[in-house]
């Protein structure tokens, strides 16, 4: 039961409290990006989902049962880098020829994600913070949620935006900034939840 | 000599990785609560692109075209993983207040970016200075926006108190000062994105100014991080790489019948609502 407890709290921590882009600054050039449309942003969001749990399972476990054996954990930014890039391109090839309606829903924002820096923050987090496997999934998953919140709530008022009269030098990226500031200011109001 | 020379200028001026070319963001953004911070991020990355802009060069005619970008990840890989070891063992407290970002130093897109379009096309000598320039660029970049944050958020700079805080007044004859109220926001993560949003505004504005007088302004990016991969914006004229995938680059495109479409779209919607 506490463990239960325990993954319960890092999925609202990872997802909300601390959240990947606005209070980490992981996963930022997609955020700003891909956001101008909440179709997009979130077609974007599930495919970040799918890549972080399924590289946060693949990282976990090499590091376990590869790396800490052979005590050659400060090996992990090359392996886990790697890892990640081929296993983008791997999922990729899956999905092209088996799950056709995936790949069409998915396969755009695949090869974006491989240079995603959330990516591998997630692996070395998992490390950093000690992470079993399976925590390390429920934080990956719950990282790559609290992505796709934001981005979609991004997206959501940059479509409103669109129609606004905005000064002259703030059209563009900084009227999104400040928005993404204006994010940011909201979800520190989570940090009291736990 | 004179190469290195203009190569130092180019990094630290005229194409700085943050201030005009707006590359590395997240570290940008992440690291600067204060001055000495961005300072120590600034410098580590210099050394890691130095080392893998030297080493590239030096192994640009063996590395196979089709395998480079995974060949310079593992390059800058060890390098970073170098560079950690290094901080952990003699700069304890910078290792510490930097953390995850010190790894996170491989996906930096400036240190891959030069590889890609400096080191693994020209010698061993140019190469070196172009990271050093680059180096120190970002550096100086990252210390700046350091500084503007602390003073704003702490009153502080580089750890000195500096400006006359409740908790740090100034004591002049007998009676103490104390006109500033820190923003702490500065410091919290909203902070970031405001110091961010206000710099993009004035490269938009300094860019705008430039075209008006007739200047070549191309080379700033305002808001763009031209790290195509990434980004979803198809519709950019600056886009050189397909959204389909990273293999089929399209080569730099105007895109001005896109664009075109895509305002009558836009025009459309609006006449809908």
Not at chain 1, 10 to 18: A, E, G, Y
Not at chain 1, 87 to 114: D, H, N, R, S
Not at chain 1, 167 to 191: H, R, Y
Request: hydrophobic residues 50%.
């Amino acid at each position: 039961m506490t463990e239960l407890r325990e993954l319960l709290i890092i999925l609202v921590s990872s997802s909300i409290v601390s959240n990947v882009v606005l209070s980490q600054f992981l996963g930022l050039c997609p955020f700003l990006g891909v956001s101008k449309k909440v179709n997009t942003a979130a077609g974007m969001g599930t495919a970040l989902i799918f890549v972080i749990t399924l590289s946060s399972t693949v990282a976990g476990v090499i590091y376990q049962y590869i790396l800490v054996p052979n005590h050659i954990e400060y090996l992990q930014t090359i392996v886990f880098i790697l890892v990640i890039a081929a296993l983008v391109q791997f999922v990729e090839m899956v999905l092209k020829k088996y799950m056709k309606a995936l790949y069409e829903a998915l396969g755009v924002y695949l090869p974006l994600i491989t240079t995603n820096c959330a990516v591998l923050g997630v692996a070395l987090t998992n490390v950093q913070k000690e992470y079993g496997i399976v925590t390390g999934i429920v934080n990956g998953f719950a990282t790559a949620l609290g992505f796709t919140i934001s981005i979609v709530i991004l997206a959501g008022l940059r479509e409103k935006m669109a129609y606004n009269d905005v000064p002259e030098s703030f059209q563009g990226m900084p009227i999104v900034l400040l928005t993404a500031g204006l994010m940011a200011i909201a979800f520190c109001g989570f940090s009291g939840l736990l | 000599m004179n190469k290195a020379a203009e190569r130092l200028y180019n990094g630290i001026i005229k194409e700085n990785p943050t201030f005009v070319l707006m590359l590395g963001m997240c570290p940008t953004l992440a690291v600067t609560t204060s001055a000495i911070n961005g300072l120590g991020m600034g410098l580590t990355t210099a050394v890691v692109l130095t080392l893998s802009n030297m080493i590239i060069s030096l192994l640009r005619n063996v590395i196979p075209d089709k395998v480079r970008i995974p060949a310079f990840i593992v390059i800058i890989a060890s390098f970073v993983t170098m560079m950690q070891m290094l901080l952990q063992a003699y700069l304890p407290f910078l290792y510490d207040a930097l953390g995850i970002y010190i790894p996170l130093i491989v996906v930096n897109c400036i240190i891959l970016g030069r590889a890609e379009s400096y080191a693994s096309k020209n010698p061993v000598i140019p190469s070196m200075f172009d990271g050093i320039g680059m180096g120190l660029g970002f550096s100086l970049a990252l210390t700046c926006i350091g500084a503007v944050r602390e003073l704003l958020g702490a009153g502080d700079l580089f750890g000195f108190h500096v400006l006359p805080t409740a908790d740090h007044p100034w004591m002049i004859g007998g009676s103490s000062i104390s006109f500033y109220t820190p923003a702490s926001i500065f410091v919290l993560a909203p902070g970031a994105f405001f110091v961010l949003a206000f710099l993009t505004a004035l490269q938009n504005r300094v860019k705008r100014n430039g075209e008006k007088k007739g200047r070549d302004m191309s080379k700033i990016q305002s808001g763009c991080s031209h790290d195509c991969l990434s980004c979803g914006e198809t519709g950019c004229e600056h886009r050189f790489y397909d959204t389909q995938g990273a293999d089929a680059p399209v080569g730099k495109v105007p895109a001005k019948e896109q664009k075109a479409a895509e305002k009558n779209a836009e025009a459309k919607e609006k006449e809908e609502q």
